[in-house]
T-cell receptor, first 115, second 111 residues
């Protein structure tokens, strides 16, 4: 089915471990985004990508690494997980960000708990 | 920094009522404004997108308006149904790439 798929849906890990969250989209959208959603903060942008091999930081990038070797995939890696990174992570994509008429489409999220 | 505020934080209405959700933002230099629905434990579903040059958008029982100069948007839901119960999020895109989100309005429609 077309859309954005995030995996895993749920993940529990321990502090200090490396964990990778996967995001795959079937629309061939150029732009992809990672947000985290926390009570009291709403959704905040972690990283975004304008195309394969082009990525840049968002509002809260510390402790995260991204890559985009293929247009359809945009994995997010926590290099050494901390409890403050317990959150719900959403991947999104957009065909374009120019012109103002392209919505961002979101996946179902990954619920990550770090013990 | 763009600040997006949604009022009220929670709302409970009986089925059949028309209702309005409010969103305000501090910087009027926006590209667009998007309304989303989020069900518990689920992702965000895009409901409506209003470009900065537009005043309103409609989809079925939903109507979203935008007054960029005053930094306000409203989402009007006509003839509410229990299935409309969810959290509604307003998000504004400025000159950057990110959407700036409000904290949402949690809507409960009772039968």
């Amino acid at each position: 089915d077309a859309g954005i798929t995030q995996s895993p849906r749920y993940k529990i890990t321990e502090t200090g471990r490396q964990v990778t969250l996967m995001c795959h989209q079937t629309w061939s959208h150029s732009y992809m985004f990672w947000y985290r959603q926390d009570l009291g903060h709403g959704l905040r942008l972690i990283y975004y990508s304008a195309a394969a091999d082009i990525t840049d930081k968002g509002e809260v990038p510390d402790g995260y690494v991204v890559s985009r070797s293929k247009t359809e995939n945009f994995p997010l890696t926590l290099e050494s997980a901390t409890r403050s990174q317990t959150s719900v992570y959403f991947c999104a994509s957009s065909e374009s960000i120019w012109g103002g008429n392209q919505p961002q489409h979101f996946g179902d999220g990954t619920r990550l708990s770090i013990l | 920094k763009q600040e997006v505020t949604q009022i009220p934080a929670a709302l409970s209405v009986p089925e059949g009522e028309n209702l309005v959700l409010n969103c305000s933002f501090t910087d009027s230099a926006i590209y667009n404004l998007q309304w989303f629905r989020q069900d518990p434990g689920k992702g965000l579903t895009s409901l409506l997108l209003i470009q900065s040059s537009q005043r309103e958008q409609t989809s079925g029982r939903l109507n979203a308006s935008l007054d960029k100069s005053s930094g306000r948007s409203t989402l009007y839901i006509a003839a509410s149904q229990p299935g409309d119960s969810a959290t509604y999020l307003c998000a504004v895109r400025g000159s950057g790439y990110a959407l700036n989100f409000g904290k949402g309005t949690s809507l409960l429609v009772t039968p």
